[in-house]
């Protein structure tokens, strides 16, 4: 289970890099505004405020990283606490999205399914 739950949380890792991406490398682009359902002028004027949103969309996924990384090393405790921390973050943040604007299920459900689901199966394997 605990690699189940690695998997997963590496699985929301690369959600949240490509949300990078969308958010501080091609906000005012095509896809980015299709994406987000931005006009390009909307795009034009919130450039700026993406663009932060996007670094801690890129936080969360390197804590997540370095957190599978430590586990693998052998330092469970630390990498487990890496883990639980950026993907409860990822799953907060989920929430919050969810119940501020209920327009924003899909992308809600997206970004805060997968580390839930890793989050739970790794406690679970590390409890056995």
């Known amino acids: 289970m605990v690699v189940a739950g690695l998997v997963l949380?590496?699985?929301?890792?690369?959600?949240h890099?490509?949300?990078?991406?969308l958010e501080?490398?091609?906000?005012?682009?095509?896809k980015a505004r299709a994406t987000f359902g931005?006009?390009?002028?909307e795009a034009?004027?919130?450039?700026?405020?993406?663009?932060n949103q996007g670094f801690y969309n890129l936080f969360l996924a390197v804590?997540?990283?370095a957190g599978i990384v430590v586990v693998a090393a052998?330092?469970?405790?630390?990498?487990?606490?890496?883990?639980?921390?950026?993907?409860?973050s990822m799953v907060a943040a989920g929430l919050v999205l969810l119940t501020s604007?209920?327009?924003k299920t899909r992308p809600a459900l997206i970004q805060l399914t997968p580390p839930l689901l890793g989050i739970a199966l790794l406690a679970a394997g590390l409890a056995l």
């Open 44 to 51: 034009e004027a919130t450039r700026s405020m993406a663009f």
């Open 101 to 103: 604007d209920r327009s």
């Open 24 to 30: 501080s490398l091609a906000w005012t682009g095509e």
């Open 17 to 21: 890099l490509y949300i990078f991406v």
């Open 9 to 15: 949380v590496g699985v929301a890792a690369a959600i």
């Open 74 to 88: 052998g330092a469970t405790a630390v990498g487990a606490t890496l883990v639980f921390v950026g993907a409860g």
């Open 38 to 41: 931005t006009t390009p002028a």
């Open 63 to 65: 804590e997540i990283a």
